[in-house]
């Protein structure tokens, strides 16, 4: 299906681009492009980071493939997934261990700055289709910037009352104030004045105009007869 689809772009391609009145331009079967696996299947998501990376961010941000034997397998079951990351490569006291149903997994804690950390995922752990990748490490840099991203695995939602809105009553006053000291909310409020919709905008009356007479049969007698007399 999609080679056809190819097939068919290529002829209405080779259409567009016939010059008037010259030799017309023929894409023939040998400029398709090849079809990239990748885009034949969505959940392709590669490891990261990659085997001794050094990275900039601490913690860094984790993702493996969706199925265990990628690329051979392509099926399509569910599965969890349990990552872990420790300081040694037996993992035998793990500084991550959390289990989750995507492949991948970023609202970690701040890691060991300057340090190799091991990390490696477990496939439906717990079950009989239970299997492990192979252990891969990654350095954080010195100088990484560091972002602790725990609060937001759980974020306090009912602490910031209801509505969670900006325009509220009590925020009004601070709004306002924005318009006179901050220049780019003084911008943007010149501009919404500008644009206001045309309901709100005043309304002008427009000027009378004098609409000219049409004249019909009836006026052409009366003129006729008053020529009689």
Request: glycine content about 6%; proline content about 9%; aromatic content about 8%.
């Amino acid at each position: 299906m999609i080679a056809l689809r190819a097939a068919a772009a290529i002829v209405l391609l080779s259409i567009v681009l016939a010059p008037a009145g010259g030799e017309p331009i023929v894409i023939g079967a040998e400029s398709v492009l090849p079809v990239n696996p990748r885009s034949e299947w969505c959940r392709y998501v590669n490891w990261r980071p990659a085997d001794g990376e050094v990275v900039d961010l601490n913690p860094p941000r984790m993702s493996w493939p969706y199925n265990a034997d990628f690329p051979e397998d392509f099926g399509d079951a569910l599965h969890s997934f349990t990552l872990q990351i420790a300081d040694d490569p037996e993992f035998a006291n793990p500084a991550v261990d959390v289990t989750c149903e995507f492949n991948f997994y970023n609202t970690l804690p701040a890691l060991g700055p300057a340090r190799t950390w091991y990390w490696r995922v477990g496939y439906d752990v717990g079950t009989q289709a239970e299997k492990w990748s192979a252990t891969r490490a990654f350095t954080i840099a010195d100088g990484a910037t560091v972002w602790d991203r725990t609060a937001l695995a759980e974020p306090d939602l009912a602490a910031m009352g209801h509505p969670r809105v900006l325009l509220r009553s009590e925020k009004m006053a601070e709004l306002r104030a924005l318009a006179q000291t901050d220049p780019g909310s003084r911008a943007a409020f010149a501009r919404m004045q500008r644009l206001r919709l045309p309901a709100e905008r005043p309304r002008r009356r427009a000027p009378a105009r004098l609409l000219p007479h049409r004249r019909g049969p009836r006026d052409r007698g009366l003129r006729l007869e008053a020529h009689r007399r």
